[in-house]
């Protein structure tokens, strides 16, 4: 604490507005003081968007490009694609899932359209299909979701690895 004709420093004190405003309390500065704290936070939660905006809990962002994004929670990874996906960020898309088949126990792909349907397990899946329906599915609508849920253990995707740059490059198809 600093002493003598100084303020204390350290301190928070907070005042009230007096009786003698009148007529000027709307465009006061204090009257703003009472606003909620958490109201951007409460906005933001508010006007979630995309595929996974009903989805719960702690979550980290793995990877990102202009228009794919690699999202773990828990023992998911939920992966948003935007409109305008290049062939690049495609290639390295499916060359992501297919490492992750070869590292996963068992994995089950689903795709979230306006409703969470089932692709099957992620080695039975043809990738050429995948990417037509992908394709077809941004053609109608601005973000889809692909989920891949880990019924055993945590594959690669789950590890940082996969997603540095080096591990990018390696798995691209």
């Known amino acids: 604490m600093i002493t003598g004709d100084l303020a204390p420093i350290g301190r928070v004190h907070l005042v009230g507005l007096g009786p003698d405003v009148g007529d000027e309390q709307d465009a006061h500065i204090l009257t703003q003081l009472d606003a909620d704290a ?23 962002i793995m990877d990102r490009s202009a228009h794919v994004m690699y999202r773990r929670r828990g023992h998911t990874i939920e992966i948003t694609i935007r409109r ?12 992501k899932l297919k490492a992750h088949r070869m590292g996963a126990m068992s994995s089950v792909l689903y795709i979230i359209l ?12 043809d990738y050429k299909k995948l990417r037509m329906k992908i394709d077809n599915e941004l053609e109608k609508k601005a973000t ?13 995707l789950q590890v940082g690895d996969y997603h540095t740059f080096d591990g990018k490059t390696h798995n691209r198809c």
């Open 114 to 125: 306006r409703h969470k349907k089932k692709l099957g397990h992620i080695d039975k899946i």
């Open 144 to 156: 889809i979701g692909l989920l891949l849920v880990d019924t055993k253990g945590k594959g690669p």
């Open 84 to 95: 305008g996906i290049t062939d690049k960020e495609f290639d390295i898309l499916i060359g």
């Open 38 to 60: 958490n109201m951007g936070a409460k906005k933001l939660l508010a006007r979630r968007k995309g595929p996974f905006k009903a989805s719960r809990g702690p979550s980290r």
